[in-house]
């Protein structure tokens, strides 16, 4: 991923006053921090990494007896490698009670690897803010691979900066707004407080892409648990372009934002260029009408050489963007 924005900073592990916990498995010390399940095998320390073999559907490693201070701008941060790719979760509690010792599927954060036997770095940001102290996480992986763990920490993106109002970052001009996770997956503005409820319902994003794929706006929220997100497909035609993604039905976007992110479209060979993100009472740019997303009718069977007209429903986000009394025509050629 090369993301050619002036400046971002790659956070590597920032803490934000305090110290946060993180196990480079060095010694055994860390070994029996995480504890496995009975579908963990071969589990050992060498050499700086933790190594081990999962045997069945269900393995995980479990770290109890911990007292995480909770924000929202903080996240995990895992280096590993694995011979299969598959996908994992990490559950946190900031509870003992429940049936599970707190565990639950709402409290959790799942994370893709790619696997190959090459190292890579996991990120998650569970938003995690709402439980106040974490006391216990698990690390749930897959079966029938082997894994080696480099360290796995908790860092904090903030570096203490005080939550602010901002609603518009310019990727440009030495300045560096957002900050870079480890693996150039993830960006995050510095800290908000920011209610955007009912005024500030579009988020506007000029980007340039080498390749077609999926954008996500991220954003966490003080009252909710988690991270929340909406997608959108980018072009990949290096042009620079104006995507307005409509808030205003979301639930979670009604409570106070305390980051922003986008997540970036995967693919190691792709370009991006970020030039500014807006949260907006209105969308901006162009009109852009994607015949692949709207839906077409023929008004009666076509005939070569014989002229028919077609009409195109836009999604509602569309016909909000284009406003009232749109028009337009086209022609369309067949063979």
């Known amino acids: ?37 009975e579908q963990v095998d071969q589990l050992q320390v060498a050499d700086g990494t933790l190594s081990f073999r999962t045997t069945s559907w269900d393995p995980f490693l479990m770290c109890e007896g911990q007292s995480i201070t909770a924000s929202p701008w903080q996240y ?58 974490i006391h216990k996480l698990r690390l749930d992986l897959y079966e029938g691979s082997h894994f080696e763990i480099d360290f796995i920490k908790i860092c904090d993106w903030s570096s203490g900066a005080t939550p602010s109002s901002e609603t518009t970052w310019t990727f440009s001009h030495g300045k560096a707004p957002w900050a870079v996770l480890p693996g150039e997956q993830l960006l995050f503005s510095p800290p908000l ?38 997608d959108i497909e980018v072009k990949g035609d290096g042009r620079m372009r104006t995507y307005n993604l409509l808030l205003a039905g979301i639930p ?36 852009d009408l994607r015949c692949g997303l709207s839906v077409l009718r023929m008004e009666s069977t076509a005939r070569t050489g014989k002229p028919r007209s077609w009409r195109a429903f836009p999604t509602w986000e569309e016909a909000a963007h284009m406003g009232a009394g749109w028009n337009f025509r086209s022609r369309l050629a067949s063979p």
Not at 102 to 129: C, Y
Request: negative net charge; glycine residues 12%; aromatic residues 8%.
């Open 1 to 37: 991923m090369n993301i050619l924005v002036a400046l971002l900073v790659l956070v590597s592990s920032l803490s934000a006053g305090c110290t946060l916990p993180e196990w480079n498995f060095e010694s055994e010390k860390d070994l029996k921090a995480w504890i496995p399940n």
């Open 76 to 133: 995990i941060h895992i280096r590993l490698k694995a011979d299969h790719p598959g996908m994992g979760d990490l559950f946190w509690t900031g509870t003992t009670d429940g049936p599970y010792g707190g565990l639950s599927e709402e409290k959790k954060s799942r994370f893709r690897v790619q696997g190959g036997n090459e190292w890579e770095d996991i990120v998650v940001a569970p938003f995690w803010q709402t439980e106040g102290t």
């Open 193 to 230: 407080e920011l209610d955007c409820w009912p005024e500030l319902t579009w988020a506007v994003i000029r980007l340039r892409s080498s390749r077609t794929g999926i954008l996500g706006l991220l954003w966490g929220c003080g009252g909710e648990r988690g991270l929340q997100s909406q």
């Open 252 to 287: 979670s976007w009604r409570k106070p934002v305390n980051a922003l992110g986008l997540r970036l479209p995967e693919g190691k060979d792709n370009s991006i260029e970020i030039e500014s993100v807006t949260l907006s009472s209105e969308p901006a740019g162009p009109p």
